[in-house]
């Protein structure tokens, strides 16, 4: 069983258990019993034996709810993912997943495929079938756990039927919408993420991460390099900044055109004013960012997202996500005959399939052009039918 022993802390025991990763690192846990020390010794140690048994990895299989065998896993895939991924996982298992089956009572050596094709059924209801797929994919990670660490002899999710993914089509802003859209953006606050997401097709913590050292004012050159990431970990927002992308080909070097360039130009010189300006008062934190406020503050991912909407509704435009400025993007250059290859590397997608899947429906240009040859062919054929009738008669 694993180790563990009681502490006494502000008048209230609290339980301390000595774990380990997967990496075999010692990482201890604390344990809120809300119990106060004073007449409650024998409760608290009940308490302790019982979190002893629930946290040993080698604890018998019947022995585990599933449920709690699923908030065990948590504290495994922590070390192993990123702060945002555990984010996503914590977030899922401990307000969807783990509440549902506790109150089936179901064990990780009772679990079977139908009572978790059940729980996605369930879940259908009221979410999309991407959010189950969610669900599946850390159900079947956790299950695989548990087969490698021999608590369970098969991965029941493996028999389990997931739900058809709806194919996704983004919404988009044409070439006049786009324009106008500039226009009204002018001087605001939300301008930069407005130009970089529709231009560049930039994604939101590419945005907000942006350096100065990202630019070279002298090749006329950008790289994505850095950025920075929302997530709620444990009820708590929390800001990831980091020298990373989201996939290997998200990190790319963009060219630098002269308005942009212009632009972020005059940004800098507003910047260095503002902070000599407000002297003390300037948050010097972020200095190193391009998107700040007047008084240095760095422009959280989250303003984006909810200022966006209500900056179209008060402006009159039609109502898109953020994120279809991306796609606007896109299909601006779909439209003027750019490749899809070319595409890609543009938005940074991790594989060829990903563009060709979300924007495959907006190639204009390749359609006109294949149904102006096919009408050409027909057309040609219809002629030689005509003239041969003719020298027949």
């Known amino acids: 069983m694993v180790a563990g022993h009681l502490h006494e802390k502000n008048g209230?025991?609290?339980?301390i258990l000595n774990l380990t990763d997967m990496a075999g690192r010692r990482k201890p846990k604390w344990i809120a019993t809300g119990l106060p020390v004073?007449?409650?010794?024998?409760?608290?140690?009940?308490?302790?034996?019982?979190?002893?048994?629930?946290?040993?990895?080698?604890?018998?299989?019947?022995?585990?709810?599933?449920?709690?065998?699923?908030?065990?896993?948590?504290e495994v895939a922590?070390?192993?993912?990123?702060?945002?991924?555990?984010?996503?996982y914590s977030n899922q298992v401990k307000s969807i997943i783990a509440p549902y089956f506790r109150k089936k009572k179901i064990t990780l050596e009772a679990l079977c495929a139908k009572d978790i094709q059940d729980f996605y059924q369930d879940q259908l209801q009221r979410v999309s079938a991407a959010s189950v797929i969610h669900y599946h994919a850390n159900i079947h990670k956790a299950l695989k756990y548990?087969?490698?660490?021999?608590?369970?002899?098969?991965?029941?999710?493996?028999?389990?039927?997931?739900?058809?993914?709806?194919?996704f089509?983004?919404?988009?802003?044409?070439?006049?919408?786009?324009?106008?859209?500039?226009?009204?953006?002018?001087?605001?606050?939300?301008?930069?993420?407005?130009?970089?997401?529709?231009?560049?097709?930039?994604?939101?913590?590419?945005?907000?991460?942006?350096?100065?050292?990202?630019?070279?004012f002298d090749k006329n050159t950008f790289t994505i390099k850095h950025t920075v990431t929302s997530c709620n970990l444990d009820g708590k927002s929390v800001l990831i900044?980091?020298?990373?992308?989201?996939?290997?080909?998200?990190?790319?070097?963009?060219?630098?055109?002269?308005?942009?360039?212009?632009?972020?130009?005059?940004?800098?010189?507003?910047?260095?004013?503002?902070?000599?300006?407000?002297?003390?008062?300037?948050?010097?934190?972020?200095?190193?960012?391009?998107?700040?406020?007047?008084?240095?503050?760095?422009?959280?991912?989250?303003?984006?997202t909810t200022q966006f909407p209500i900056f179209l509704e008060h402006n009159g435009f039609r109502r898109i996500r953020f994120h279809d400025l991306r796609h606007s993007c896109a299909s601006l250059l779909l439209a003027n005959g750019v490749p899809m290859k070319m595409i890609q590397e543009w938005?940074?997608?991790?594989?060829?399939?990903?563009?060709?899947?979300?924007?495959?429906?907006?190639?204009?240009?390749?359609?006109?052009?294949?149904?102006?040859?096919?009408?050409?062919?027909?057309h040609f054929a219809q002629n030689s039918i005509k003239n041969e009738a003719i020298r027949q008669e």
Not at 12 to 15: D, E, G, N, P, S
Not at 155 to 166: G, M, S
Not at 169 to 176: A, L, R, V
Not at 246 to 252: D, G
């Open 12 to 15: 209230y025991y609290y339980i």
């Open 38 to 74: 004073k007449g409650n010794k024998k409760r608290a140690e009940q308490l302790l034996i019982e979190a002893r048994r629930q946290y040993d990895p080698i604890c018998k299989p019947r022995e585990i709810l599933f449920a709690d065998y699923m908030e065990q896993w948590l």
């Open 78 to 88: 922590k070390s192993t993912v990123s702060v945002v991924t555990y984010s996503s």
């Open 146 to 167: 548990a087969v490698k660490m021999d608590m369970i002899a098969t991965n029941p999710a493996d028999k389990v039927e997931r739900p058809k993914k709806e194919k």
């Open 169 to 216: 089509q983004g919404g988009f802003y044409s070439n006049d919408e786009l324009d106008k859209l500039f226009a009204v953006a002018a001087g605001t606050r939300l301008e930069l993420a407005i130009l970089f997401g529709a231009f560049y097709g930039l994604r939101r913590s590419e945005i907000v991460g942006l350096k100065w050292d990202a630019f070279d």
């Open 241 to 304: 900044a980091q020298d990373t992308t989201k996939n290997k080909t998200s990190r790319r070097t963009l060219p630098l055109v002269a308005t942009f360039r212009e632009k972020l130009l005059k940004l800098k010189e507003e910047q260095a004013y503002n902070r000599k300006l407000c002297d003390r008062s300037y948050n010097t934190d972020y200095l190193e960012y391009i998107y700040v406020n007047e008084i240095g503050e760095r422009i959280k991912p989250g303003y984006i």
């Open 347 to 378: 938005l940074g997608h991790s594989d060829f399939s990903t563009t060709a899947n979300f924007y495959s429906h907006l190639e204009y240009s390749a359609k006109q052009q294949s149904a102006q040859t096919m009408e050409n062919v027909l």
